[in-house]
RNA sequence: AGAGAGUUGGCGGAGUGGUCGAACGCGGCGGUCUUGAAAACCGUUGACUGUAACAGGUCCGGGGGUUCGAAUCCCUCACUCUCUGCCA
């Protein structure tokens, strides 16, 4: 979340902030938890003057009754004991507009980054660059959807009969080309020098809370409600999570992790031929990679990812460009997103497969993840992650793209991993 | 799942209801000594909040209670360990 002390010294830069994001009522709502912070303030001092004069009494009394001075000692019980129910009664009012604080700011979303273009839909995202051949398909080319049933390689109604909708199984070299894939996206992540990490695919709801999926995007999630757990959306959450409520070291920074997880999503109320196939899944693969970076350095860390994301899809040799989100498609705890799109040939569409961001202190905030500064301040690291890759949709273009007559040609990097050059 | 023990600062580990944010040791940092280093010695060393700066307030797993006063007593939840059970 925002910190409070940039709401009170940069309010002007908030609210434009969030007008630029289309948060609604963004100068209203800013007054209202500036106001919000003062009354708390001026409660909280209050209540600790009264405290204050309490623990000296107590502390007095303390030594009354060492020297044996028993009576003089009662005669001051009552002053404390009101002293206490005033301060009793402060602290109840506090306690209060602290809720209402923290709430009113656990709903405003992350300020954009400067060059984040004005917008409201994906209509108005900037187009970085553009690069890749987009092939010529022959006659009678399949989306596919039609080529994995073709070749007998993802069975959806498989998925249907154990599971429901969006949970498929892949099967023979479908099985196998996932397989490929996790491993070629982890091997190349070390080689740039991620660290692996298998985290649980569980978590628990002060880690929803860590790194912005709670409160406000509960129903996404698959909530294990008997034991409070929830199934991760991505990897972000268990990863990220690993360094809430940690003071990193200087030297350790940046520190830069990966991790293969299933990831899980509910996406209520989203039908029709953009979700066909691969395109929208209830549960998929994807490789993650993270990082947690000095805040003079997390934008240098950003284009590093992307650069880093962007070779990988040079290597699958397939056509992809790099969108800068606009300040309306921006996610709520981003500051600046690059999504990366891989063109599905059959489908005709750009097809999202990674999307890379830095939250700035957002996230870090919440975690109360920080490290000491050069005059020995503990401050708020960024955070920045993205995704190396997703495979579902990278699996519907690699099968579209290279389709042929008789079969579909592997990209050359996976051979090795493959065992195969070619589906069926 | 049952029985018992435990949860204290970066780590280890004391702690009696009263001047305890917490002994002591290790580690870290600064210094003396040294050509340099080690050893030794001296000093220093938690977080949050708050203030112009002091002051003040809060924090000994989380939450609640008893008391003038709680790390210390009570309740409750979570987690860890040991034994038993079950299990890949």
Known sequence: MLQLTVLREQTDLVVAGLNKKNYKNAAEEVAAILDLDQQRRALQSEHDDLQAKANSISKEIGIMMKSGERDKAESYKAETTELKQKAKALSEQLSTIEEDLQKALYKLPNLPHESVPAGRTSEDNEVVLEQGEIPELYEGALPHWELIQKYDIIDFELGNKITGAGFPVYKKQGARLQRALINFFLDEAMK?????????????????????????????????????????????????????????????????????????????????????????????????????????????????????????????????????????????????????????TAQGRWLEVSSASNFETYQANRLKLRFKNDSGKTQLLHTLNGSALALPRIVAAILENNQTPDGINMPKVLHPYLGFEKIG
Not at 261 to 289: M, Y
Not at 292 to 316: D, N, R, T, V, W
């Open 192 to 344: 740039a020098g991620y660290i692996e990490v298998q985290p649980p695919i569980m978590v628990n709801e002060a880690s929803g809370y860590g790194t912005g999926q709670l409160p406000d995007k509960d129903g996404q999630m698959y909530h294990a409600t008997a034991d409070n757990l929830y199934l991760i959306p991505t990897a972000e959450v268990p990863i990220t999570n690993m360094y809430r409520d940690t003071i990193v070291p200087v030297e350790q920074l940046p520190v830069k992790n990966t991790g293969h997880t299933p990831c899980f999503r509910r996406e209520a109320g989203s039908w029709g031929a953009d979700v066909r196939g691969l395109n929208r899944l209830h549960q998929f693969d994807k490789v993650e990679i993270v990082q947690i970076s000095l805040p003079e350095k997390s934008y240098e860390a950003l284009e590093e990812m992307s650069s880093y994301i962007q070779s990988l899809l040079q290597k699958l040799e397939l056509p992809y460009r790099v969108l800068r989100l606009c300040g309306g498609d921006l996610g709520f705890t981003a500051a600046l997103t690059y999504d990366m799109e891989v063109y599905s």
